[in-house]
Every structure is written in C-alpha cells, then in structure tokens.
C-alpha cells in the first residue's frame, strides 16, 4: 500500500538515514584528500546533506541513501582516476563531483584500463596520463588534422609521437614525418659547431627522445636508415606530398604564415597531422607573426581538424612545473591586463 505524504510513516521512510564506508587503501590518501583535506572539504561542501568523516584510509559517509549512492559514484570515479594518474588537481576534483552530464563523466573515466598506445623497449607502457591527453588520442582518431596547443610540460609531443608510433605498428600508414622549425632561442644556428645535421640536431631533439622511449634502438635506426621514420626541418617539407604517412609539426608556434600554410598543403591521401605548439614561447623575430595563431583562428570550424587546448592540470614532468607556469601566467597578466579581452 502506498504511503499518503504527509503521514509519519512516509516521514519515517523519508528520512532514514544509512552508512556506508568507502575504502581508499589504493591511492595516495593526501592525493584524495588535499593539502589540509583540501579536496575533502570541497567534497563535504558539494554534498552539504551527507555527514562525511575520514578515518585513515577510510572514509565515512552518513546520511539519505539516495544521497550516498550519488557521492560513491563520484568518489569511485576520483579513485579510478588517482590508481590510473596518481594525481587530480583541485580544478580536476571539482569539475568530477560538479558534472553529471554524461560527457563530464566520460571524460574522466578510462575508456579500456588496458588501452596502452605502444609497448616501448623493456615492455614500458606509453598511454594518455591526463582527460585532455586522452581527449588528444580519441580526437586523433577521429580527425585527420588535430591541433594541440598548450604550455610546457603537457605531454603534447610526446603523445603525438606515440599515436604516430601506434598507427605506423597497426600498418595504418607506412611512414612518420616529425619536422620542427629551426629557429633559434637565443642562439645562432651559424656560431654553433658541425655540419648543417649537426647544427639542426639540437633542435630535433626532443623527438629524438620521444622515439627512443617508444622504439628498440635496432629497429629505431632501421626505421631511419629506410626512411619509415623522418626528422627534419620544416624547410624541408617544402615541394613535397606527404601521402600514407603520419605527420607532426612539433613547436608550431614558431612557424610564420607562410610556413604553417605550407606544411598544411602538404599533406595527401591517407595522411594525418598533428600539430602541437605553446602560444606563450614564441621564439620568432619581432616583426614576425606567429602563424600558429593565424591558423587555429582561420581552420577553426573545418570538418576533419580538431583543436584541443590542453592547460597546467595536464603538466606530467616535476610537480614544481605546474606552480612556475602559474606564476608565470599571472606576471603574463599583470604586464598585459587588456590580453584576455
């Protein structure tokens, strides 16, 4: 029989309370809990009904089952999230508990906890570490152009790298391309030592590096010898057509309009392109003009080109590098109050 609102059993019925207890023995309880239980009181403010207690490794939460049920859900996504990444910012933390829309959801939880994108030398497993570097690989997919933009330390070229390296092992294309432009940081190319490879190598470097994590050395320099694999400036790519091949313009902040323009008309049949470059370390003259800029402005609504914007929550080098990128941002704004106008 059901009961007729207002009557003391309904009462009684709607205001049972339940226990439940959620074991976090898996991660980092600061990691959970934040600096000061940070996150925590950030959790108990998102849910002012629940009572919620922490007990070591424990947490406790008290309260409408209805309610509980909604918290665990959330919580076991955060955990999920810490066991894959070890990390979750504050910012992170937040927009999980906030988001009950489905892509919210999605863009926290791993889609296959076995997805690796390629076994490197020694059996090392590469894969997409942050939401934005997973969103990067799935938008890759999907795309034949993608644009991924965002500060130092973000792991922009080096999941670039891996999925070129995954779709040249699924013989989805039958060659790399990985060019740079040579463009000087506060050196002449002309006063440093060796030939023109020499002098260009520094520059390449961090593709380089990128590879030697994701390819036995035997095979790396037959993929070079054959030419599978290609490093080179981008001054090199002009005249050419780039077909079946998987191409990365890496540091494209430094290209100029002219250079952005031609490597994008290079490209040809069953060929994809990620771009990636940091708007903040332009390293050009100043009478030049980023072309990076001009580009994701111009292509951003082009079916097929995707544009992904990663930030400090995605930093996966020295904890240190997320604070110093924050300071630097806000002396950024100080100096140029009117920029984000």
Same mark, same amino acid.
Do not use: C, W
């Given at each position: 029989?059901?009961?007729?609102?207002?009557?003391?059993?309904?009462?009684?019925?709607?205001?049972?309370?339940?226990?439940?207890?959620?074991?976090?023995?898996?991660v980092n309880p600061i990691e959970f809990f934040g600096v000061n239980n940070g996150k925590l009181d950030i959790l108990k403010k998102k849910f002012p009904l629940l009572k919620i207690l922490s007990r070591?490794?424990?947490?406790?939460?008290?309260?409408?089952?209805?309610?509980?049920?909604?918290?665990?859900?959330?919580?076991?996504?955060?955990?999920?999230?810490?066991?894959?990444?070890?990390?979750?910012?504050?910012?992170?933390?937040?927009?999980?508990?906030?988001?009950?829309?489905?892509?919210?959801?999605?863009?926290?939880?791993?889609?296959? @906890?076995?997805?690796?994108?390629?076994?490197?030398?020694?059996?090392?497993?590469?894969?997409?570490?942050?939401?934005?570097?997973?969103?990067?690989?799935?938008?890759?997919? +999907?795309?034949?152009?993608?644009?991924?933009?965002?500060?130092?330390?973000?792991?922009?070229?080096?999941?670039?790298?891996?999925?070129?390296?995954?779709?040249?092992?699924?013989?989805?294309?039958?060659?790399?391309?990985?060019?740079?432009?040579?463009?000087?940081?506060?050196?002449?190319?002309?006063?440093? @030592?060796?030939?023109?490879?020499?002098?260009?190598? @520094?520059?390449?470097?961090?593709?380089?590096?990128?590879?030697?994590?994701?390819?036995?050395?035997? +095979?790396?320099?037959?993929?070079?010898?054959?030419?599978?694999?290609?490093?080179?400036?981008?001054?090199?790519?002009?005249?050419?057509?780039?077909?079946?091949?998987?191409?990365?313009?890496?540091?494209?902040?430094?290209?100029?309009?002219?250079?952005? +323009?031609?490597?994008?008309?290079?490209?040809?049949?069953?060929?994809?392109?990620?771009?990636?470059?940091?708007?903040?370390?332009?390293?050009?003259?100043?009478?030049?003009?980023?072309?990076?800029?001009?580009?994701?402005?111009?292509?951003?609504?082009?079916?097929?080109?995707?544009?992904?914007?990663?930030?400090?929550?995605?930093?996966?080098?020295?904890?240190?590098?997320?604070?110093?990128?924050?300071?630097?941002?806000?002396?950024?704004? +100080?100096?140029?109050?009117?920029?984000?106008?």
């Amino acid at each position: 029989m059901a009961l007729l609102p207002g009557t003391p059993d309904a009462r009684q019925k709607r205001n049972e309370l339940t226990d439940t207890i959620i074991n976090l023995e898996t991660v980092n309880p600061i990691e959970f809990f934040g600096v000061n239980n940070g996150k925590l009181d950030i959790l108990k403010k998102k849910f002012p009904l629940l009572k919620i207690l922490s007990r070591g490794t424990q947490l406790k939460l008290s309260g409408a089952p209805e309610q509980i049920v909604s918290a665990r859900e959330k919580i076991e996504l955060i955990v999920s999230y810490l066991e894959r990444n070890g990390h979750m910012s504050e910012n992170y933390f937040e927009q999980v508990l906030g988001g009950d829309d489905a892509e919210t959801i999605d863009h926290f939880k791993e889609r296959n @906890p076995n997805e690796v994108l390629v076994f490197g030398p020694n059996g090392k497993s590469v894969r997409a570490r942050t939401a934005n570097q997973k969103k990067m690989v799935a938008d890759a997919e +999907k795309n034949d152009i993608v644009f991924a933009i965002g500060p130092a330390g973000t792991g922009k070229t080096y999941t670039a790298v891996a999925i070129a390296v995954r779709a040249l092992k699924n013989k989805q294309v039958k060659k790399i391309i990985l060019t740079r432009p040579a463009v000087e940081a506060g050196e002449s190319l002309g006063f440093l @030592p060796g030939d023109l490879k020499e002098k260009i190598d @520094p520059y390449l470097r961090p593709l380089y590096d990128a590879l030697d994590d994701m390819i036995p050395a035997d +095979k790396l320099g037959y993929y070079m010898t054959t030419r599978t694999i290609e490093i080179a400036p981008l001054a090199y790519m002009r005249g050419r057509t780039l077909d079946n091949a998987f191409i990365i313009l890496d540091e494209a902040q430094n290209a100029t309009d002219l250079q952005l +323009k031609m490597f994008l008309t290079r490209i040809g049949a069953n060929a994809k392109a990620i771009i990636t470059g940091d708007m903040t370390q332009v390293d050009l003259p100043r009478h030049q003009r980023s072309g990076l800029q001009t580009a994701v402005r111009i292509l951003k609504n082009i079916d097929g080109i995707a544009h992904i914007e990663l930030d400090e929550e995605d930093v996966v080098r020295h904890r240190l590098v997320k604070h110093i990128l924050r300071a630097y941002n806000k002396e950024h704004e +100080k100096e140029n109050p009117d920029h984000n106008k």
